[in-house]
């Protein structure tokens, strides 16, 4: 089991280094150099206006771009200056340091992303108010994915080729292939105070007075505000599980135990929910794997539409304000968030299954 | 198991062809299409599901009206006779892109029939009357034809105010308009935010031009993006996970690592840090689409390959000392692909999706009505004007459910085991 978590780990290393390769790739597609402001190019103008001298310096050294791109390896062309003597350790841990991957490899390491260009906040700074924010969302919705589909799933298995079943199916087939956007548009224009409805607030995560509330009042209005949103979020992946819930169920179903607890005479109840639900709900958690990122893709149209200063708003803002450093730094801790959702629910499934075995789990 | 796109090499080493368990036993049809050919088969059981097919209906539909767009919904006349002249200004206003859609849709029209006809010919016939060569051929070529004509049609602008013959302010003898009579960046300002008339059947946006109009023109953004973001996935999926799967070991784990790598990226976080960097233009949003999403296909078609190494006609077609990119390409290919395909109709509604939610968000080409991009104008007048949101939208749901629609029913009758 040691063995497993490490190798597991390991993987997952390896895929963060190639994630922070990618996210550097995309760095280096700035037109010219990102922080140019030479004669010929102009300043660099940005939505927000010219970016100053000093944070150009600033990004300048963050990502010392006036080095070689991934090993320094002119430093073996160098003679010994009149300094100290370059030995050859030296030399190599020069070629290995000394260059623009590795300086932001090592800035990332220190969580340091540098400063961003609209408000000169630090990045690390603006990304932790919006991660907060944007988690909340996205864990309240996961649990809720869970709690409806399991049921669902549980409903139209048992009720296999019924009126029930087919309903189920099909609403959730229709739901699954919504657009966010219009879902989000629909609920604003039927149920937030558009021309018809005004049950939930459209904008934002509190009301303009919460100030004042007691703290149950503060609780109740931010669960308000989440209902939208939160909902947004959620129908995609409960359509999307509850359809892989009904198939478990179904195989599981087929298994010979479950023949044998039938032919044992145990009522209905008992197969379905002791034998049959609890061997069927297990694969479940490795589809955390699969809607956690489009948790956090969906994020950024729920978030833009609905006014929440969450990860897919702070990218969407950077993205009109050509923002580098908050959109580098957001786009790689986004993948490295749906890297972490895929090794807990890896883990998660070899812990509560104790049948996985250790090359099934590590792909 | 289904074969087709190729030959049936090999493939009678595997597990016999199975009865068909999704035919009904009734009817003739049943034993007439157990022996044909097995595009007839695979159609046979595609059509046993009604919404599939009533789905595969829609989206020719779609694609119709995206191709005769400029019939349907434009401000010039189809035909109109003035003084005794004739004329049909729509066919003088054409533009390079409807130019591209005409042909287009002459190439899939006429393709069939032409593929046919030289099959009916001996010197065609020994060699292609199981292969799709001939379709292929006539495929390429009408393909490079419409390619030709539409990248050579000269851009015409016509200054000609035929608007004041639809309203009433000058007549002709004869006037045919287009059933809508309005075009896709025609704004009348003293006409906006019009609830659904007669006039305009869903509606005006904020700056008065006909939300329908708009929405048949942009189907074509639509549907350019599904195919062409598709086909890079295809590409790239194919490639890396035909190596992968073929080759296994150092070459596999280093592919699965790099597909790893690019499923970690969210779509819409990769879209949005890639395009801050690049001009807003319709092309980078389908190559960026390709790029982010072929992990699936590369994934399913590795899977595939690693099942397929084992079997005994690949070991026979080494052992015949083929090279490996023929035992790839002919030989394990067309038995893998089934899956593909089931994947790549699904991938076509998720390419539909992000792209509209990209136009949504206000990014992407300018300019060119898109379903995403109408949608969006929602946002200053829900409190107004339910219909910009309801019918852009509409839209993009219809497209996107045929398009799953069509995956379930391709699934079921290539009776491959995936989820969408």
């Known amino acids: 089991m040691l063995v497993f978590i490490l190798k597991r780990l390991l993987y997952a290393l390896v895929t963060l280094f190639g994630i922070t390769l990618i996210t550097f790739c995309i760095i280096q597609l700035a037109p010219g150099d990102p922080t140019d402001s030479s004669e010929e190019q102009g300043p660099v103008v940005t939505f927000s206006g010219t970016v100053s001298a000093e944070i150009q310096e600033q990004t300048r050294r963050l990502y010392g771009l006036d080095k070689p791109l991934l090993l320094n390896l002119d430093v073996w062309r160098q003679t010994p200056g009149a300094g100290e003597p370059i030995g050859f350790w030296n030399r190599l841990g020069v070629m290995f340091t000394d260059a623009q991957y590795p300086r932001w490899l090592g800035h990332i390491v220190r969580w340091d992303f540098g400063e961003s260009f609209q408000d000169h906040r630090p990045v690390s700074q603006k990304i932790w108010e919006a991660l907060r924010i944007s988690l909340v969302l996205q864990i309240v919705a996961l649990v809720l994915i869970y709690a409806i589909a399991i049921p669902l799933g549980v409903l139209a298995a048992v009720k296999q080729g019924t009126f029930w079943d087919r309903g189920v199916t099909i609403v959730l087939f229709m739901i699954y292939s919504l657009p966010v956007f219009w879902v989000a548009t629909l609920l604003i224009v039927f149920l937030g105070g558009g021309e018809f409805l005004n049950l939930f607030p459209p904008q934002g995560l509190i009301s303009p007075g919460a100030e004042a509330m007691t703290w149950i009042g503060r609780l109740l209005d931010r669960l308000w505000h989440l209902v939208l949103p939160v909902a947004c979020l959620t129908y995609g992946g409960l359509a999307y599980l509850s359809r892989y819930m009904r198939s478990g169920m179904l195989e599981v179903v087929r298994q010979d135990y479950i023949r044998t607890a039938r032919a044992k005479g145990l009522s209905e109840w008992t197969i379905t929910y002791k034998h049959a639900f609890r061997n069927a709900v297990f694969p479940l958690i490795t589809h955390v794997a699969h809607i956690f990122p489009g948790l956090i893709g969906g994020s950024v149209i729920v978030e833009t539409i609905f006014n929440i200063p969450g990860m897919g708003r702070l990218i969407y803002d950077s993205f009109l304000a050509r923002d580098y450093p908050v959109i580098m730094a957001v786009s790689f801790l986004s993948a490295a968030l749906v890297l972490l959702g895929m090794i807990v629910s890896d883990l998660l499934y070899m812990v509560v299954d104790p049948r996985v075995s250790l090359d099934r789990g590590a792909r | ?420």
């Open chain 2, 1 to 420: 198991m289904i074969w087709f796109g190729g030959r049936r090499k090999g493939a009678r080493d595997r597990d016999p062809p199975k009865s068909d368990p999704a035919a009904p036993a009734s009817g003739a049809s049943v034993p007439r299409h157990a022996g044909g050919r097995r595009s007839d088969r695979l159609w046979f059981r595609f059509r046993q599901r009604r919404l599939a097919l009533a789905s595969l209906v829609i989206l020719a539909l779609l694609l119709l009206a995206a191709a005769l767009a400029p019939f349907l919904a434009g401000n010039r006349p189809l035909v109109i006779v003035v003084e005794g002249r004739l004329t049909f200004p729509v066919l003088q206003a054409l533009t390079r892109d409807d130019v591209f859609w005409l042909a287009g849709l002459g190439t899939l029209l006429v393709a069939w029939p032409v593929s046919r006809l030289l099959r009916s010919f001996r010197a065609f016939g020994r060699k292609t009357r199981r292969s799709p060569r001939a379709t292929a051929i006539v495929l390429a070529v009408l393909t490079l034809a419409t390619l030709a004509i539409g990248l050579t049609w000269p851009e015409r602008l016509m200054h000609d105010n035929y608007l004041e013959y639809r309203d009433g302010l000058r007549s002709a003898e004869f006037c045919l308009f287009p059933i809508l009579p309005y075009g896709p960046n025609e704004l009348q300002l003293h006409n906006t935010l019009q609830p659904p008339s007669l006039d305009h059947w869903f509606g005006t946006d904020r700056e008065g031009a006909d939300i329908l109009s708009r929405m048949i023109h942009g189907t074509r953004i639509s549907f350019i993006v599904a195919f062409t973001a598709v086909a890079i996935c295809l590409v790239i999926g194919l490639a890396l996970g035909c190596v992968a799967g073929y080759f296994g070991g150092a070459v596999d784990s280093c592919i699965s690592r790099l597909i790893e790598v690019v499923t970690c990226f969210p779509v819409f976080f990769a879209v949005l840090a890639v395009l801050s960097f690049l001009p807003p233009s319709i092309f980078w949003v389908m190559l960026l689409i390709g790029l982010v999403r072929w992990p699936s296909v590369a994934r399913l078609t590795r899977a595939e390959f690693l099942k397929l190494r084992e079997s005994s006609f690949v070991l026979a077609a080494k052992a015949l000392g083929l090279p490996a990119w023929r035992i790839m390409a002919r030989h394990m290919l067309p038995n893998a692909l089934a899956p593909i395909i089931v994947a790549a109709t699904f991938g076509m509604a998720g390419a539909i999706l992000v792209e509209s939610g990209l136009s949504f968000l206000g990014i992407g080409p300018i300019g060119q009505p898109s379903w995403g991009r109408l949608l969006s104008e929602f946002r200053a007048y829900f409190e107004v004007a339910w219909w910009l949101s309801v019918f852009p939208g509409a839209a993009i749901f219809v497209t996107v459910t045929a398009f799953n629609l069509i995956g379930e029913g391709l699934r079921d009758a290539l009776d491959v085991r995936i989820q969408s």
